[in-house]
Each structure stands twice: as structure tokens, then as C-alpha cells.
């Protein structure tokens, strides 16, 4: 056994610098800070190739004096704390004294500083932990730290280094937070001489979120607030139609320090219990502001985790303030439009926006009605309906001659026909009319030379002459039901079920004037409005083909329709747009089980696929595998 030994100060911050600093973003984390300490209004951080050739971050703070300059890289020396009592006072973001040094003894180093009452500034550079004489430099006011080629003198730690582009997304989160946490700190960041980041300082939180996450995550936020003795809670929540799939967009900041916590997050997941699907987790940006002598920031050398004194009142204080703010917010009536980004329809529509935001809103709108419409029909799923306006009084209209006669006329030569009645809603019309002829249902055109079976409640596998082929169930009766209907407008013979009860749909004035704009294309398709005050309008009468669906998110799909189509659309591609969306909208989905008669009765229409291999939205219909693949794939040829 070696006798014991003193470590040299070098290994000492080889050893502290494994723990700190563990890839290029903890430099620009720590350099931040100090920046941060120094009480800077303005940094600027320069990286080249991912932070492993160059990290420079620029401050105009307090600067350090010449005589302290070898100390600030020096282990184990600060200007932030004095005796061990301040070690439960911390009020900087750094502490320990061992950044700098950590930093120096692992690459190519150069501090300059000067203060506001000196003439020139001061230089000193270390190369792997060996000191240069310092020396004076010209330099602005503050300071500036320059760390070149990274683990230089460790090369394992240096292979270790991922891809420049990975280094610098580390380098930008880290950026974020500092970002975040101090609005009113001017912030650049560039990469490789071009521009990232340029932040002027702000006034509100909520403007740095808009920056980094977008303008439509921002205007999602709900404010909190609570103080509960000398622990103040504040910040964003978003709302819980803005979810993530991990945490990462959990931002909580103790004390304008980012913090990670278990303990806290777990508040986070339960105070959007039941707002939330499964493993979605809430977007927040939250602020806890306590007595430093609360919490023990020195438990972890990146000083991202703490230890709360009280973590239990903590954990309440955190859950209540979001609970209390969602509950006096009647948040339930909101969700109940499920998958919707909130508040869409409280914006008009997007007349002037650029194409850009407008095809994010668009993209908005159709993966909005693609989950509005995802779980209709499904067996055990029940539409909210507000108002039973709808339910009509016995004997009042004919409900099954709509159904019948509709499929009569879709697909003539079935023996039994589709039975959308199934899918019907529990809102009924008082009658429905037709100017076509209803003609009866017509005795079967085939029967044993279809072979076909369901599987996964959404594909139809057909036996053909040639081989086999595969249908997509909801694409093909999609295909049936646009050819149907395109033509049905084209004749302006759509039928269409005058409500009972006209429903009124309150609507933004902006939306209500896109309508009023499109009553005759959207009398061509049945569907009939009349204005009824600003904003409201009523529905007098609708497609049957859309019997099953409410009245309120039909007209809200047309809108949307209308919106997918562009400024000023053609008359001609605001039909097809329609067209396409009914379409889809009344077509039976994927997960629904269908009877034999009406698997028959889908096939009978499928040589609309097999002149037409995709339905409106361009998906395949259909796939084919033929007997001679089939053949040569099992080695039977030849
Ligand atoms: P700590 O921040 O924990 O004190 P560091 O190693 O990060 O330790 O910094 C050592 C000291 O160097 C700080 O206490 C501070 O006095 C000085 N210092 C570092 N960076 C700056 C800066 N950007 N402006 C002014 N002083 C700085
Ligand atoms: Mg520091």
C-alpha cells in the first residue's frame, strides 16, 4: 500500500471539473451565471463547432479587480460567500469557487476584465491549469471568459463529445433558462458566426416564452399566483390542450436558478390530473421565490438540485395555486371540445396572416377535425351534446327512409344495404326531402365470387382473379361517398333534413362573415344558415349524408374547410374542399366491425378504386398482391 499523499491542486480540479463541467453547455451554464452574479444588463455568447473549439460569453458586469484576477481561477476561491453560515444564505447563482478553475484546468483559457473605474483592462491566460503572467489587454467594461478546445488535455472526456450540432442543442437549453429566468437581461447567442439568438430585454416573462416556443404556446397561458407565508408562486401554466410528451417543457425556477425536482414535478402531474391523456406531461414556466435560508441549494455540483426545508408545504403550496386557478376557470366546459387548440375559435380567421402562421393554423384546424371526428361511430363512444334540441317527438318525420334511400342511390346493385343508421346520432330531423327520386334497395349483383373478410376492424381482405387486395376500409367508403356527393352537387340534387329546431352556433364575427360569404356554395351541399344576430348563426337545415353528426362542429368543420382553402378560393376548389371533408366526415372509420352484408356492400363500389388507387387525401385505397408474387415469394415458380 502507497503512503497517503496530498493531492496537487491539479488533480483536485481535474477531479471537480469531471463533476462540473461535463460537456461544452455546463461551461456556457457556469459562465452565464457568474455573468449573471456580476449583475450584467448585457451577454453575449459566442460558440464555435458545438462549444468544443470556441465558448465565449461577453458581460458587461461589475468586472473583477487586476489583483483578484489569478484568484478567480483559482479553486476554491469566490467573492460570493465568506464563512460557512453563508452557505444557508446563498443569494448568487454560484457559490463554490471551483467553476473558473475547473473550466481553466480543462482547456485553453482567457479571462479580461476591467471595472468601471479603471483605465485598461486585465488579462489572464491558463492552458490546461498552467498560468500565463497576467497582463493588461484592451477591454470593455466587464468581462469576458474565452474557453478554447475543450478537454484538450483529457482526450477520452474529448471523444466523449458528441456531434456539434448535439453539443450546441445542450448549449441553447442552457441558453433558454438563463433566458427565461432573467427577461430583462439582453442576451445574443451565435453559432459558427451566424446569429441564433438576439434578445433585447423585456418586461414580461411571457414575451421571452412567445420567442422560444412560439406565439401560440404563449397566448395558451394561464397566469398563477399564490403566497403563502414568505414563499411566493408564480408564473405560466399552459393549457392542458398544450401538453408535451416528456417533461422537458416543465420549467421551474427556484429563486431565478433552474431547478430540477421530482417531488415538485409530481405536484405538476397531479394538477392536471384528468386534463391530461395519458403520458402527456403539462408545459409550465413557474417561479418560487423563498427566504434563501429555506433551502439548501448546495447538494449537487450543478447546483440544479436543491433541498427544500419544507418540501411537503412546498408540494401543496404548487398544487393548489395551479387547482384553485384551473378550477375558478370552468376549464371543463373547455375541454369538452376535445383535442381542439383552445381559443381557436375565438380568433378570426386568418385573413391577414402570413403563409407560414396561416398553414400552422390550417395544420391546426385539420388535426383538430381529424381528432374531432377520430372516435365518432366508434361502438361506446357518446358525442357531447349540449342542448336536446333535437329530439324530435314520435312519428314526426320518417327516419328510416333517409338511411335506406341514401344507400339505395350510392350503390344500387347491393343486396343489403350500408346501414348508416348504426352510426346515427341521438339527435334526430324532423323530416328529410330529396328532389332525387327515392328508389328501393336493388336485389344482389354478386355474391360468391366476392371473398372478402374484415381484419383489425379496418381493412377488407378481397380474393381477386389476379391475387389478393388489401382495402382500406375508411378510404374506400370515403372514395364511394365523394363520388356520391360530387355528383349529387353537381346536379344540385343533395338531399337535405330541415331541422326541427334551427340550432344556433355562436361564432366570431369573423367566422359568420366567411359563411355568409360561401350561403350559396354551402346551399349547394344542404346546408343552410341564417344570419341571427352578430356572430350567431342559425342552422335551418343540413346534409343527411351528415345525419349523425352535430350540427354546431359540422358548421365549425365547414369553416375550417373554408379556411384550408386559402384567401379568396376558387369557387370550384372550395367545392372540393368541402367535398373532400364530408366525405371523409360520414365515412365509416377504421375500428368499426361491419357486417358481412356490409362488407358486401363497401366492395360492390370498388372499382372507384380500382380506377382511383387513393382516396381524396391521397392515401392508398387499396394494395395488391398478386398470385404470381405470392407464387414466386413461397418458391412455387419454376
Ligand atoms: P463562483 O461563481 O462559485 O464564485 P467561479 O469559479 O464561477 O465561482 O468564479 C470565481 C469568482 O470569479 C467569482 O466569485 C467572481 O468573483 C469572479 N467572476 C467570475 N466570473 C465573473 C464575471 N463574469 N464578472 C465578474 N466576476 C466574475
Ligand atoms: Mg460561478
Not at 491539479?10 to 456580476?38: M, Y
Not at 427565461?180 to 416564452?209: F, G, M, Q, T, W
Not at 412560439?214 to 397566448?219: F, H, N, S, W
Request: with cysteine; hydrophobic share 40%.
Amino acid at each position: 500500500m502507497n503512503r497517503i499523499r496530498q493531492l496537487s491542486p491539479h488533480v483536485v480540479n481535474k477531479i471537480a471539473a469531471g463533476e462540473v463541467i461535463e460537456r461544452p453547455a455546463s461551461v456556457v451554464k457556469e459562465l452565464l451565471e457568474n455573468s449573471v452574479d456580476a449583475l450584467a444588463t448585457r451577454v453575449d455568447v459566442a460558440i464555435a463547432d458545438g462549444g468544443s473549439e470556441l465558448m465565449r460569453v461577453t458581460d458587461d458586469g461589475e468586472g473583477i479587480h487586476p489583483d483578484d484576477l489569478p484568484l478567480a481561477v483559482a479553486s476554491h476561491a469566490t467573492s460570493k460567500l465568506c464563512e460557512a453560515a453563508d452557505l444557508f444564505q446563498v443569494g448568487t447563482l454560484g457559490f463554490r469557487g471551483e467553476a473558473l478553475a475547473s473550466i481553466a484546468e480543462v482547456s485553453r483559457f482567457v479571462i479580461r476584465s476591467r471595472q468601471a473605474d479603471q483605465t485598461a483592462g486585465t488579462e489572464l491566460e491558463v492552458a490546461g491549469g498552467v498560468y500565463r503572467p497576467i497582463g493588461p489587454c484592451g477591454c470593455a467594461v466587464g468581462t469576458s471568459v474565452e474557453v478554447r478546445e475543450l478537454f484538450f488535455n483529457t482526450p477520452v472526456r474529448r471523444k466523449f463529445l458528441k456531434q456539434s450540432t448535439t453539443e450546441f442543442g445542450h448549449i441553447s437549453e442552457q441558453f433558454t433558462r438563463i433566458a427565461l429566468a432573467h427577461p430583462r437581461l439582453h442576451l445574443s447567442l451565435a453559432h459558427n458566426d451566424k446569429p441564433v439568438y438576439e434578445l433585447p430585454a423585456v418586461d414580461k416573462l411571457v414575451d421571452r416564452i412567445a420567442l422560444f416556443f412560439g406565439g401560440e404556446l404563449a397566448k395558451q397561458l394561464i397566469w398563477v399566483e399564490s403566497e403563502h407565508e414568505n414563499v411566493r408562486v408564480w408564473g405560466y401554466v399552459a393549457h392542458p390542450s398544450q401538453s408535451k410528451a416528456n417533461r422537458k417543457g416543465q420549467h421551474l425556477f427556484l429563486n431565478g436558478r433552474w431547478i430540477q425536482d421530482r417531488s415538485l414535478q409530481h405536484a405538476l402531474g397531479e394538477a392536471y390530473r384528468g386534463l391530461l391523456m395519458v403520458g402527456r406531461n403539462p408545459i409550465t414556466f413557474l417561479f418560487i421565490e423563498m427566504p434563501a435560508d429555506l433551502v439548501d441549494v448546495n447538494v449537487h455540483p450543478t447546483k440544479s438540485e436543491v433541498r427544500f426545508r419544507e418540501s411537503q408545504k412546498l408540494y401543496r403550496q404548487l398544487l393548489s395555486t395551479i387547482r384553485t386557478r384551473f378550477l375558478g376557470m370552468d376549464l371543463g366546459s373547455e375541454l369538452s371540445v376535445r383535442g381542439r387548440p383552445a381559443g381557436l375559435a375565438l380568433q378570426p380567421m386568418p385573413t391577414k396572416a402570413n403563409p407560414t402562421q396561416q398553414r400552422q393554423l390550417q395544420e391546426d384546424l385539420v388535426s383538430w377535425v381529424k381528432d374531432q371526428t377520430r372516435d365518432w361511430g366508434k361502438p361506446g363512444f357518446e358525442p357531447v351534446y349540449s342542448d336536446p334540441v333535437y329530439r324530435v317527438p314520435e312519428g314526426v318525420g320518417d327516419m328510416a327512409a333517409a338511411p335506406a334511400a341514401l344507400v339505395a342511390d350510392i350503390a344500387p346493385a347491393v343486396p343489403t344495404p350500408l346501414d348508416h343508421s348504426r352510426w346515427d346520432p341521438p339527435h334526430e330531423v324532423a323530416a328529410a326531402h330529396s328532389s332525387a327520386p327515392l328508389s328501393a334497395p336493388q336485389p344482389a349483383a354478386f355474391g360468391a365470387d366476392i371473398r372478402a373478410m374484415q381484419i383489425h376492424d379496418a381493412y377488407l381482405i378481397v380474393e381477386t382473379d389476379e391475387g389478393l387486395t388489401v382495402v382500406d376500409q375508411h378510404a374506400l367508403h370515403e372514395r364511394i361517398l365523394y363520388e356520391h356527393l360530387r355528383k349529387r352537387v353537381l346536379d344540385g340534387t343533395v338531399e337535405s333534413q330541415r331541422l326541427l329546431v334551427p340550432q344556433p352556433v355562436e361564432l366570431a364575427a369573423a367566422e359568420a362573415a366567411v359563411l355568409r360569404e360561401h350561403a350559396d356554395v354551402l346551399d349547394q351541399f344542404g346546408l343552410c344558415l341564417e344570419e341571427f344576430g352578430t356572430g350567431t348563426v342559425l342552422v335551418t337545415a343540413y346534409p343527411v349524408l351528415l345525419s349523425r353528426h352535430e350540427p354546431t362542429q359540422l358548421v365549425r368543420a365547414v369553416i375550417e374547410a373554408i379556411a384550408e382553402t386559402g384567401r379568396d378560393p376558387a369557387r370550384r376548389d372550395l367545392l372540393d374542399s368541402l367535398l373532400h371533408m364530408l366525405a371523409c366526415k360520414a365515412a365509416i372509420k377504421a375500428g368499426q366491425r361491419l357486417t358481412t352484408e356490409e362488407i358486401e356492400s363497401l366492395l360492390a363500389q370498388r372499382h372507384l378504386i380500382d380506377d382511383a388507387h387513393h382516396c381524396p387525401h391521397g392515401r392508398p385505397t387499396a394494395l395488391v398482391l398478386s398470385r404470381q408474387e405470392l407464387d414466386r415469394q413461397f418458391g412455387r415458380l419454376g
